[in-house]
């Protein structure tokens, strides 16, 4: 079992920057893919990005990309969401996530779940 826990959400404005931490307990964290998804207000809830356990390989969705960094610290049993350049789209609750997989972007390969922290980007 592992618990996950979201912190560093809050309200910024367009073109701002928020760095999201999730901290994990239970289980060795060093052995789990870990994973960043969001839920917009009325969509469902997709993929943002995904380390690796050794975090040498990482992917984000297109919508991120080049502006959201994941990264992760074994040491620390934390990952984070580094988010650049936000815009009100980004608007969500975000939720990391643990996997025993080599690395995924669907949720369903997702076994573990923190209870998200709320994203908002105003214009």
């Known amino acids: 079992q592992v618990q996950l826990v979201e912190s560093g959400g809050g309200l910024v404005q367009a073109g701002g920057s928020l760095r999201l931490s999730c901290a994990a307990s239970g289980r060795t964290f060093s052995r789990y893919a870990m994973g960043w998804f969001r839920q917009a207000p009325g969509k469902e809830r997709e993929f943002v990005a995904t380390?690796?356990?050794?975090?040498?390989?990482?992917y984000y969705a297109d919508s991120v990309k080049g502006r959201f960094t994941i990264s992760r610290d074994n040491a620390k049993d934390t990952v984070y969401l580094q988010m650049n350049s936000l815009k009100p789209e980004d608007t969500a609750v975000y939720y990391c996530?643990?996997?025993?997989?080599?690395?995924?972007?669907?949720?369903?390969?997702?076994?573990?779940w923190g209870q998200g922290t709320q994203v908002t980007v105003s214009s």
């Open positions: 996530a643990a996997t025993t997989i080599f690395i995924a972007t669907m949720q369903d390969a997702y076994a573990y």
């Open positions: 380390i690796r356990w050794s975090g040498g390989i990482t």
